[in-house]
């Protein structure tokens, strides 16, 4: 049995490879840090977060970059003992590729490829040779390429105007029986998104278009997975299939999603000549396979046992010098306030996996509170929650803060009695997030707060739960995270 999704929260955009001893993972990560997620597992049961691509050690950093800009999808492959991952920085010069000889790295620096377009793709032939692919204007795009040094062969061409001509991209080239396989998705990544497939006996076309999507939740409504679409296929060493692909859950009726895209898996049948996903396009949540998936752990951290194999997410930069730790308490020099859009507020920040999380963290409330410090339910910079301690002339401070598309308000403000400590904590259902301070409720926001369907412009990323620091120091003792 398949548990979807197979890695929950906000992980768009999946990519899968095999390097002879594992299946790889790679997911976007928009605006932030460290760039493209990469997941492991042995036998496809068991998923983990391994590491990630860009990181400052090849020089990357998203300064400036705007909310859900920065990297989008990327593909993930593996040949002749070397990883390479392509992926879109829509934050700078636009399709990339790098490369490791390890999956821990390191990493080569970006090797920019083509500037316009997105969902860049590989595919490595029987020949060796390496052929790209990625949309543009009028469809899907494609050329032999020199993978490690990102310069393309020939110019690109175009090799499919896709089907419908409504946001076709995500392409992926496979071969099977002497033909070339074309998988895409179109519909955009919304509620109308799914994915095709076409076939040619030539990589550069023309592709007869399979008129049914091969993966959709168009007409499934009252489903609680919706948008499936973004697939990845690969052959296991049986000859089997299986795609990865990405899918949103609703909490309820309302058309609303807050913990963003996930990646989702399921088996793929081969059907008159044609791939087709789950039963006939459809999946489920508990998905009938040979395969049988654990879920995985909501994350948290020790600070005793320190922050290695931990999916922590940072806002646009590393920020490094602003992160101290001795084991037992962390200390965040906070600068830029979480509402900066174009900002490095000073965060660490973990995925909500699940509608029904408790997240908590300790903060100390001496006198090494010089600035704001506390746990932040954040969605981006124009929509987050905050439950913080501030000292004042007169003691400490508690604050609720709210802020919604450009409206920002102090929600409580409260005097509290000195102490040592003071446990902060958000718990969350599919409608509400409570804050609670010492077990007391200080305030509540709606799930639609963090929903992509209500933000005032387009936005791919998911919920993030974590700590934070503004304009001075804060310190967390023991650690943070879900059921810590």
């Known amino acids: 049995m398949i548990h979807n999704p197979i890695i929950s929260g906000f992980n768009p955009d999946p990519s899968i490879t095999y390097d002879g001893k594992r299946y790889i993972i790679a997911t976007s990560t928009f605006e932030y840090y460290p760039g493209v997620s990469l997941y492991t597992s042995e036998d496809l049961s068991e998923w983990k977060y391994e590491t990630s691509v860009m990181t400052s050690g090849n020089g990357f950093a998203l300064s400036g970059a705007r909310n859900s800009s920065g990297l989008y999808a990327a593909t993930i492959r593996f040949h002749c003992g070397r990883y390479y991952m392509v992926t879109t920085n829509k934050n700078g010069s636009g399709n990339f590729v790098s490369h490791s000889d390890s999956l821990d790295g390191p990493w080569s620096e970006p090797l920019y490829i083509y500037k316009d377009g997105i969902d860049p793709s590989l595919v490595f032939l029987p020949d060796g040779s390496c052929f790209y692919a990625q949309n543009g204007k009028g469809g899907l795009f494609g050329a032999f390429i020199n993978p490690d040094n990102g310069k393309l062969l020939e110019p690109l061409r175009l090799i499919s105007p896709g089907l419908s001509g409504n946001a076709t991209e995500a392409p992926h080239i496979y071969m099977k029986d002497g033909l070339y396989y074309l998988v895409f998705a179109e519909g955009g990544t919304e509620y109308g998104h799914h994915a095709v497939v076409g076939r040619s006996e030539s990589i550069y076309g023309p592709y007869e278009i399979r008129r049914e999507p091969i993966l959709s939740h168009v007409d499934r409504k009252g489903h609680e997975i919706q948008a499936t679409g973004h697939a990845d296929l690969l052959e296991l060493y049986d000859g089997s299939w299986i795609a990865v692909f990405l899918a949103i859950r609703v909490p309820g009726r309302?058309?609303?999603?807050?913990?963003?895209?996930?990646?989702?898996?399921?088996?793929?049948?081969?059907?008159?000549?044609?791939?087709?996903?789950?039963?006939?396009?459809?999946?489920?949540?508990?998905?009938?396979?040979?395969?049988?998936?654990?879920?995985?752990?909501?994350?948290?951290?020790?600070?005793?046992?320190?922050?290695?194999?931990?999916?922590?997410?940072?806002?646009?930069?590393?920020?490094?010098?602003?992160?101290?730790?001795?084991?037992?308490?962390?200390?965040?020099?906070?600068?830029?306030?979480?509402?900066?859009?174009?900002?490095?507020?000073?965060?660490?920040?973990?995925?909500?996996?699940?509608?029904?999380?408790?997240?908590?963290?300790?903060?100390?409330?001496?006198?090494?509170?010089?600035?704001?410090?506390?746990?932040?339910?954040?969605?981006?910079?124009?929509?987050?929650?905050?439950?913080?301690?501030?000292?004042?002339?007169?003691?400490?401070?508690?604050?609720?803060?709210?802020?919604?598309?450009?409206?920002e308000t102090i929600v409580t403000e409260k005097i509290i009695p000195q102490c040592p400590y003071l446990r902060l904590e958000v718990k969350s259902d599919r409608e509400w997030y409570a804050f609670l301070a010492d077990g007391v409720e200080v305030g509540r926001a709606s799930l639609a707060s963090f929903a992509t369907e209500c933000t005032m412009y387009m936005t791919f990323t998911g919920t993030l739960i974590g700590i934070f620091a503004e304009a001075g120091d804060g310190v967390f003792e023991e650690g943070f995270g879900f059921g810590s």
């Open 254 to 407: 309302a058309h609303l999603h807050n913990l963003g895209r996930e990646t989702f898996m399921a088996e793929v049948t081969w059907k008159d000549g044609w791939p087709v996903v789950g039963h006939d396009g459809y999946v489920e949540l508990e998905e009938a396979s040979r395969i049988e998936t654990v879920p995985m752990k909501a994350p948290s951290v020790s600070f005793a046992e320190g922050f290695s194999g931990v999916p922590l997410l940072r806002v646009r930069t590393e920020n490094a010098a602003s992160y101290e730790t001795d084991g037992r308490s962390l200390i965040l020099h906070g600068k830029d306030c979480l509402s900066d859009d174009k900002g490095e507020p000073v965060m660490l920040l973990l995925r909500q996996t699940e509608f029904e999380t408790a997240f908590s963290a300790l903060v100390r409330c001496d006198t090494t509170l010089t600035g704001r410090a506390g746990i932040s339910v954040f969605y981006n910079s124009d929509y987050h929650a905050d439950l913080y301690l501030e000292r004042f002339a007169g003691g400490l401070k508690l604050f609720f803060r709210r802020r919604i598309h450009d409206l």
